[in-house]
């Protein structure tokens, strides 16, 4: 069964340092999403992505935060300048087309640690 | 706004035994309403989903959960628990936006006794 896959599975950086969290969504998807999740909190959404723009962030996604699909299969979160704060396990998502109940696979995420 | 509330942060019930997750949501129409498992260090697996139809929907692993209007609930329950069950359970509602978001409940914990 087609999964979605994100790499790595955990990344340690120095606050103030770029990083990018990939995500391989699967293959007839077409709506991509990224989560992020802070130890013991829940599930909070940060973007979507569909047709090759953002159509929707929450007001966690400043203009610290991008995401790009680079070619047909990747699909990135940048974060510029990470904070200390930003240290999270972080979940990307994709739906598929002409499904209209919001399904979406997840996934198994990233943890991220800024020191 | 839309929220999700899992009034319950951690549940241990016996091996064997039956579970009821509780899930209550805020929203003004009729969403879509999903339940989600995480184990250990694991992504979010989907177990089952409610977006029209019969109210009581059935998932994997033997669960299923009842959406009642009335309530504005979708409670989780399975009638025998298994020690393989023990992880984190988020109710989370869709439909909510254009683009699909998935708004997510706190979570509750389960363990379970040998």
């Known amino acids: 069964e087609p999964e979605v896959t994100q790499t790595p599975s955990h990344q340690v950086t120095q606050m103030g340092q770029e990083v990018i969290l990939r995500c391989v969504p699967i293959s007839n998807h077409l709506y991509f999403y990224w989560y992020r999740q802070i130890l013991g909190q829940k599930v909070e959404f940060l973007v979507s992505f569909y047709n090759n723009e953002i159509s929707e962030k929450s007001e966690i996604f400043d203009d610290q935060f991008s995401v790009e699909r680079p070619d047909g299969s990747n699909f990135t979160l940048k974060i510029r300048s990470t904070k200390l704060e930003d240290s999270a396990m972080y979940f990307c998502?994709?739906?598929?087309?002409?499904?209209?109940?919001?399904?979406?696979?997840f996934g198994p995420g990233t943890r991220l640690t800024v020191l | 706004a839309q929220s999700v509330t899992q009034p319950d942060i951690h549940i241990t019930v016996s091996e064997g035994a039956s579970l009821e997750l509780r899930c209550n949501y805020s929203?003004?129409?009729?969403?879509?309403l999903f339940w989600y498992v995480q184990s250990p260090g694991q992504g979010l697996q989907l177990l089952l989903k409610y977006f029209s139809g019969d109210t009581l929907v059935q998932g994997i692993k033997g669960f299923e959960a009842e959406f009642k209007r009335s309530q504005s609930s979708f409670n989780l329950r399975k009638p025998s628990v298994h020690w393989s069950d023990a992880a984190e359970y988020f109710c989370?509602?869709?439909?909510?936006?254009?683009?699909?978001?998935?708004?997510f409940g706190s979570g509750t914990r389960l363990s379970i006794r040998p």
């Open positions: 998502a994709s739906r598929p087309p002409r499904d209209s109940t919001d399904t979406q696979y």
């Open positions: 929203y003004g129409a009729t969403p879509y």
């Open positions: 989370a509602v869709g439909g909510v936006s254009s683009a699909s978001k998935i708004i």
